[in-house]
């Protein structure tokens, strides 16, 4: 085991117990800011900039997330959860998941992050194999408008999607359905033609478009640009998701 370094900080904008739904379990999510997508639609805003900013963030050490962590220890054994990795984007701070991930393996919790992927190699290569469920977005082919949702070309996440693939133990495709950007059967498809290049994907989860965060713009003094956009309910994402089983995955809408 390697020499833990308790003093690293890193910035976290919330940490949220009990979760059910982000790996198996009950867990709790460890949010660290910083996100290099812009998407349109995102629901943690205050995420996005990797300072404590606006009353949103924190400088914690490994040790105060860890403690904060231990508290439902208990919990972990008896549900088989233990902690998940959020964002804003996880593998911008690999430094401090790599270590927060030796404390998980010294005391048998489990681990899972939720990554765009959009993240150097050796970030990739630090963390993803001290993870056992890794849950990774692919949100739209092609490129252009993978760009024009998110702020970013996709070109590094489908590479990294690849290098993700080699090295989790279990990989799960999740892809936030968007109407006006990628709620179709053509880009649902696009999607499942890449992901059967991933041979740990067998579950693709289909997200539906939500307004949860869009309170938090008017906070941050920020315009939302889906403004007009009505949620999408489980009932409208269910031919996408006959679409991926059709693809061979398993399929499961919402989180
Ligand atoms: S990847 Fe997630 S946190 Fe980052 S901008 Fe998109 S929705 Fe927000």
């Not at 009353?55 to 088989?80: C, F, L, N, P, W």
């Not at 693709?204 to 007009?228: C, M, Q």
Request: aromatic content about 10%; overall charge negative; some cysteine.
């Amino acid at each position: 085991m390697p020499n833990i370094d308790y003093n690293l900080k890193g910035c976290v904008f919330n940490i949220q117990r009990f979760s059910i739904n982000d790996g198996p379990g009950i867990r709790t999510i460890v949010f660290l800011k910083g996100c290099p997508l812009r998407c349109k639609w995102c629901f943690n805003p205050e995420s996005q900039s990797p300072e404590p900013a606006q009353g949103y963030g924190e400088m914690m050490t490994v040790e105060q997330v860890t403690e904060e962590i231990a508290k439902d220890q208990g919990h972990y054994r008896r549900s088989g959860g233990g902690i998940t990795f959020s964002g804003g984007e996880a593998l911008m701070q690999a430094d401090f998941v790599e270590q927060i991930c030796y404390v998980a393996q010294a005391h048998g919790w489990n681990t899972a992050i939720e990554t765009t992927a959009y993240a150097s190699p050796e970030a990739i290569k630090k963390v993803i194999p001290l993870i056992d469920h890794v849950m990774m977005d692919i949100k739209a082919l092609p490129s252009d408008l993978h760009a024009e949702g998110t702020g970013v070309p996709n070109d590094k996440i489908l590479e990294n999607a690849l290098l993700v693939n080699s090295l989790a133990k279990e990989l799960i495709i999740r892809v936030p359905v968007i109407p006006e950007f990628n709620f179709s059967e053509q880009q649902i498809q696009y999607i499942c033609r890449f992901v059967k290049y991933l041979d740990k994907v067998k579950e693709i989860h289909l997200l539906p478009y939500n307004t949860f965060g869009v309170s938090k713009y008017e906070e941050l003094g920020r315009e939302y640009a889906l403004k007009n956009i009505q949620p999408l309910h489980a009932e409208d994402l269910e031919p996408l998701a006959e679409t991926v089983r059709n693809f061979g995955f398993r399929c499961k809408i919402g989180g």
